[in-house]
């Protein structure tokens, strides 16, 4: 049997609903072999992030050297890097190994304001790591802060995504989670040439912490099965949805999502 293999590359969520965390739940129920290089602790719980803690350079170093030495991943996902110098190693490695399918979360704020990149970081992610990228996944804060273009309408939308794909990207979805249309979400793809929108219903609930994480990784593990870029992008918008539904009420604040749910829904429709 032959098994696809996906690495993330991002920062641990003590609670559990984001960051590697969100990452390795969400390979494990994709049937994805997971990997992770660790690149900044979080003490975090629902409430929000209590502390950041960078690992010492040589530990994201040695930790991508390890990966490539013995497990060549099929898909690579990028999510928290918190500085210029990590999202520069990250770059640089992802190169010498010849990686490819490069899904770039540039994770930028919690959901509770707490920032999760220094501002000083967001040229490198520019000139480094998005013309490596196979996708980038930005929500529509993060479009606006990659661009400079101030996201009001669904045209601005597309303005900022034709702008990424020429930094280098080959596609962009940009999520509309921020600004939901009317009891829809709708997330904008561009690859490049053409326009496809993802819908899906908004679900009133306060328990969304770590969507972004859970989408970006559905979406690795998707193309890691060798699976194309609509293809993965529709199974990882219906992840999400399904655990967005039936979040689990944990914790006293945002609450995380339902890793779980769309394997036992596919498990009952059968
Ligand atoms: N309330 C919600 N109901 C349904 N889907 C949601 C909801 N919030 C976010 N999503 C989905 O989760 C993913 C992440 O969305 P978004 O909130 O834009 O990004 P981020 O979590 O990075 O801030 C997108 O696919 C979006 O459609
Ligand atoms: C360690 C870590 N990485 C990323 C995030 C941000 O996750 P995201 O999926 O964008 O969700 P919210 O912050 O909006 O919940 C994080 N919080 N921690």
Known sequence: ???????????????GGAGIQADLKTFQELDVYGMSV?????SQNTLGVHGVYPVPIEGVI?????????????????????????IQIVSNKVQKHGWEKIVVDP?????????LLEESAINALINDLIPLS????????????????EIKSFDDRKEAAKKICQ????????KGGHQPSGSE??????????????????VNTKHTHGTGCTFSAALTAELAKGKDVIEAVKTAKEFIHLAVEN??????????????????NLAASK
Not at 2 to 10: E, Q
Not at 64 to 81: C, H, N, Q, R, Y
């Open 134 to 149: 196979f996708i980038v996944t930005p929500n529509i804060p993060e479009a606006e802060a990659i661009t400079g273009i």
């Open 107 to 115: 994770v930028m704020i919690a959901k509770g304001g707490h920032p």
């Open 167 to 174: 930094m280098g990207a080959k596609h962009v979805i940009i």
């Open 185 to 202: 979400i709708i997330d904008l793809l561009f690859d490049g040439h053409d326009f496809y929108e993802f819908k899906g219903n908004y």
């Open 38 to 42: 660790i690149t900044a602790v979080t």
């Open 62 to 86: 040695s930790q991508l050297d390890a990966i490539a030495e013995d497990l060549s991943p099929d898909a690579v996902k990028t999510g928290m890097l918190f500085n210029q110098e990590i």
């Open 1 to 15: 049997m032959t098994i696809g293999k996906a690495l993330t590359i991002a920062g641990s969520d003590s609670g």
């Open 247 to 264: 979040a689990l009420g944990i914790g006293g604040g945002h609450g995380p999502t339902n890793h779980w749910a769309y394997k036992r």
